[in-house]
């Protein structure tokens, strides 16, 4: 039986910096990872790859809606490839949901199918709630409220930035049975995430989602000014305030387009960036995805040419 482990939260809650941090311990390497974005050009994938010799399978669509059947056809089809040694033997799976996948429908399939359970084990559904947008996630949508509801284990996740305790008292509030505990930056021992749980129940196959959720991508050839860019994603996160959902992204940046620059903004918080080593798969496009509640489709690209023109002319 191979192990499995959904880990799911909402957008920008800290999934994907657990698991890269799962993953750079040697112990847990051989993971194998499935990973569900929203949006049209998927980036989490470039991220993790990064690790090497990790496995990761992506679907962009909403994988408790439309891609559903896909997750266990693609488990199925890693676990023949295992066994006919056309993959390395991974030990375990660890399933990163999209930020705006509602588990039930995910956890009933991975449950219901006939093949997954004679060959694979549910061990957990870890749920990450971000201290600082956590709690407002919880109130305004049905998809993290979900979340926290259908979790055997809690993570609490940016104590460094919000109030862990308070949002535990909420999440107590919402499922009191899930052991709670938290971390910064994805400080747990990974086998946590795998540990003996008490038995997950068998939810209900129907999602449900936010109204009016969709994403824009940026993609550019050309590289971008560091401090155009600083300007836009500042003026960006001021406009949009709460309807600015997510922002992710690859930069190409005019003074070190070598290597990737990593961008994440939530709501109105602008994390510090970071960097990879070098750029995924040979694409040194700039690819940015933002997820929003009613952000005019153009806004965005026009902002930055804005912006672009006004350093410009700046420098001049
Ligand atoms: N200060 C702080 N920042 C964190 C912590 N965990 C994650 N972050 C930052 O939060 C941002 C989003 O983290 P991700 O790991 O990409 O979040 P995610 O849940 O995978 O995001 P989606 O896949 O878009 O839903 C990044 O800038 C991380 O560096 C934490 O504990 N403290």
């Given amino acids: 039986m191979i192990p499995v482990s959904v880990v799911t939260g909402f957008l920008g809650a800290g999934k994907t910096t657990l698991l890269r941090r799962v993953l750079a311990d040697p112990a847990w390497a051989d993971s194998a990872v499935i990973v569900n974005e929203f949006g049209e050009v998927p980036l989490d994938h470039e991220l993790l790859a990064a690790s090497e010799e990790v496995l990761v399978n992506v679907s962009t669509g909403c994988l408790c809606c439309v891609v559903r059947t896909d997750l266990t056809a693609t488990l199925m089809d890693l676990a ?90 909420v999440l107590a509030g919402i499922n009191p049975d899930a052991p709670l505990r938290a971390a910064a930056h994805g400080a747990v021992e990974p086998g946590w995430l795998f540990a003996p749980g008490s038995p997950i129940p068998l939810p209900g196959p129907e999602a449900r989602h936010s109204a009016g959720l969709g994403s824009i991508v940026i993609e550019r050839e050309a590289p971008v000014p560091a401090l155009a860019l600083t300007l836009w994603m500042q003026a960006l996160a001021e406009h949009c305030g709460a309807r600015l959902l997510r922002l992710k992204g690859l930069v190409a940046l005019a003074e070190e387009p070598a290597r990737p620059m990593v961008v994440h903004a939530i709501q109105h918080v602008v994390h510090p960036p970071d960097w990879l080593e070098r750029w995924p798969g040979g694409d040194r496009r700039t690819r940015i995805v933002l997820i929003g509640q009613g952000i005019p489709r153009h806004f965005p690209v026009r902002l930055l040419a804005a912006i672009e023109a006004e350093v410009a002319g700046s420098l001049r």
């Fill in 80 to 169: 023949r490839r295992r066994a006919s040694g056309e993959l390395p033997a991974y030990r375990r799976v660890l399933i990163e949901t999209s930020g705006l996948a509602d588990p039930a429908p995910i956890l009933h399939a991975l449950m219901t199918d006939a093949a997954v359970a004679e060959t694979h084990r549910l061990c957990a559904v870890v749920t990450l709630v971000d201290a600082l947008h956590g709690a407002a996630a919880l109130d305004r949508h049905p998809e993290a409220r979900r979340q926290a509801m259908l979790a055997d284990r809690i993570l609490v996740t940016k104590p460094d930035l919000g109030d862990a305790a308070a949002l535990g008292a």
